[in-house]
């Protein structure tokens, strides 16, 4: 289990996405050790195919990082749902934490690089404020339009083979 935790964090220092681990992960036949918390057979490892969440919580984890935390979620009473009490937690921001003692648990990775795997989640994430995650494809060039003949609309590119400066901005027109 240890081989495993410790080969996820080093995949996502080389890959730098939670999507790109979990594809290593599948690709080598890698599971993962899940504790069960109820059934007959609560308690025991269970080894299972990997998923996305399964991940981010891991990499999430300040323990893992040796960090002692309590107080990092919250119940929000408009997201709770009297059917089901286990929904409405939402994620504290570090500051909002009420206990985080670093350094005393064993880590498998250290403080400082906990906080640049939490910066680069942060900075994956699919959001307006967030840079999101570097992705294949022609990137854009600013200054360079390029006219898609079957509906004239013009777009940014990287080819100047195929575009025409641009005085302004790329848009529709121009």
């Known amino acids: 289990m240890q081989t495993v935790i410790r080969l996820i ?3 996502f220092e080389r890959l730098g996405t939670l999507h790109g681990v979990l594809r290593y992960l599948v690709d080598h036949d890698i599971q993962l050790g899940i504790r069960l918390r109820e059934g007959p057979d609560k308690g025991t490892l269970e080894w299972r195919r990997p998923n996305r969440m399964t991940l981010q919580t891991l ?8 960090i002692y935390a309590y107080g990092r979620r919250r ?5 709770q749902d009297p059917a089901r009490p286990s929904i409405g937690r939402v994620v504290r921001s570090r500051d909002g934490w009420h ?3 670093p350094n005393v648990l064993p880590a498998y990775i250290t403080v400082a690089q906990f906080e640049a795997n939490e910066a680069k989640l942060a900075a994956n994430r699919a959001r307006a404020e967030a840079m999101g995650v570097v992705r294949g494809g022609p990137r854009l060039r600013p200054g360079w339009c390029t006219a898609d003949a079957a509906t004239v609309a013009w777009a940014c590119a990287t080819t100047p083979s195929t575009a025409r400066p641009c005085p302004n901005t790329c848009a529709p027109g121009t």
């Open 9 to 11: 964090f080093a995949q």
């Open 59 to 66: 990499v999430h984890n300040p323990a893992y990082a040796g």
């Open 75 to 79: 119940v929000d009473p408009r997201r």
């Open 99 to 101: 206990v985080m003692i």
